[in-house]
């Protein structure tokens, strides 16, 4: 696998192709020009991550094309190439944005470690940007979809309190899309530039909880070699979102509680309190009212959290958007599988608009990629659904021309010739035990 893309940009053929036989040695994947107009042609074609330019070239003067490179692809490193007269040109491509310069012939020690340096820079550039982009593109209300009035009085809520430092809380079954709306209200915010964390609650204990959460002292349980910060402070003048804040000890919700008040916390193992800002935003799909009236959450810490509440439609009370969701996942794993599906069957949707969807919108984003990895054809059927699903819309009164048997043993067939006959693949993907499975091909004569 190749460490990353160079381009070397000088019209001396020997000392070109010395530098990339020394660079190739390295793992590095290595692309040539010799004038300035060549290098910009490669630039466009190649996923370039580090530019070595001579500074005379025929068409080019190098300084100026190290600012005219930089201009254009901010992410890339560029080291330049001098003659031993040529020093002061270096200094001024640095001026203009190079990463660093080497004199030809004398510097040739200093090329491998110069280069890694550039490179490393460079990767770690691209991968902030990368993510800042996919962050920006992934997590905004824009990116929210659905069009029924349910799902947009949420989104139109959320945007109204994303501007302001309030507590959000949450409210919604398992699957709607709570963390997707967290993100946004954090991206949509003056927080945005700043840290988004989210904690699942109910995935600890208490004390790893609590240490996860507020951080601990070197020595304050056994294991804790070091001073530890937590998820709090790594989110400091940024965001925390608590999924599942209804699981959470009671002894533990005193602590939350004064944070949210104080904005001070306290490490596991220390005597001393330390500040923070920090913006909670809270989920759950528990009822926090009648769990606090049951001594299982503080009245106090819910009445705090629940400053602002957004409530999240099941999926079954938006059934306008199933379609939009299921064409929209269909995109997605079919580009991840490199399969050309480009439509599904009436019968498909039908089933998918009648289903109940308990899981919500997590369940058919999984029914959606199980279905495209089934899918041998350009068009979703039937068939490609699992067979509690046709079970479900079968049992609903959904027209079939199949009785159950008869759509088990389709699915089960259609499943074997997807793992080539794999039937421990085969019994994982149909969620059956390795015995069940060999006694329904048995009994279908599979």
């Not at 501007?163 to 709607?176: I, K, M, P, R, Y």
């Not at 109910?202 to 004390?207: I, L, Y």
């Not at 608009?353 to 350009?378: F, P």
Request: hydrophobic share 40%.
């Amino acid at each position: 696998m190749s460490k990353g893309n160079i381009l070397i940009i000088d019209d001396e053929d020997k000392l070109r192709g010395l530098l990339a036989r020394i660079l190739s040695l390295e793992g590095y994947s290595l692309f040539e020009a010799a004038t300035g107009k060549e290098g910009l042609k490669k630039l466009e074609l190649e996923d370039i991550q580090v530019v070595l330019s001579d500074v005379k070239l025929p068409d080019a003067n190098g300084v100026e094309l190290t600012q005219s490179i930089r201009s254009k692809y901010p992410e890339l490193e560029i080291i330049v190439l001098t003659a031993f007269g040529t020093i002061a040109d270096g200094v001024k491509a640095i001026k203009n944005g190079a990463f660093d310069y080497i004199t030809k012939g004398d510097d040739n020690d200093k090329i491998i470690p110069l280069v890694a340096k550039a490179m490393e820079k460079a990767q770690m550039q691209q991968r902030l940007h990368h993510l800042e982009k996919r962050v920006g593109e992934k997590y905004s209300f824009d990116k929210i979809i659905g069009q029924s009035k349910q799902i947009q009085d949420a989104i139109t809520l959320a945007r109204k309190v994303s501007n302001t430092d309030t507590t959000v809380l949450l409210l919604g079954e398992t699957g709607t899309g709570k963390e997707v709306f967290a993100e946004a209200i954090h991206q949509e915010s003056s927080r945005q530039k700043k840290n988004f964390v989210a904690v699942n609650c109910s995935a600890f204990s208490k004390e790893l909880l609590e240490s996860e959460l507020f951080g601990h002292k070197a020595g304050a349980f056994t294991g804790a070699t070091k001073d530890t910060k937590g998820l709090f402070e790594e989110a400091n003048e940024g965001t925390i979102f608590l999924d599942e804040i209804g699981e959470m000890n009671i002894d533990l919700q005193a602590k939350l509680l004064r944070v949210l008040e104080t904005g001070e916390l306290l490490k596991v193992g220390e005597s001393k309190t330390s500040k923070v800002n920090v913006r909670v935003i809270a989920a759950t799909n528990r009822d926090l009212k009648t769990e606090s009236e049951n001594g299982h959450f503080r009245l106090d810490l819910f009445y705090r959290l629940s400053v602002f509440q957004i409530n999240l439609p099941a999926l079954r009370d938006r059934k306008k958007d199933i379609l939009e969701l299921a064409n929209f996942f269909l995109k997605q794993f079919g580009a991840k599988t490199n399969k050309r599906i480009i439509a599904m069957s009436p019968e498909f949707l039908t089933h998918l608009q009648n289903y109940n969807w308990r899981g919500n919108i997590r369940e058919l984003k999984n029914i959606m990629e199980r279905a495209v990895i089934l899918c041998d054809s350009n068009s979703l059927t039937v068939e490609d659904l699992p067979f509690e699903l046709q079970q479900d819309a079968i049992s609903g009164s959904i027209t079939s021309s199949f009785d159950l048997s008869t759509v088990e043993k389709q699915h089960i067939k259609k499943v074997l010739a997807h793992t080539g006959g794999n039937k421990t693949e085969a019994a994982r993907l149909l969620n059956i035990g390795l015995t069940t499975l060999y006694r329904k091909i048995e009994e279908y004569k599979i």
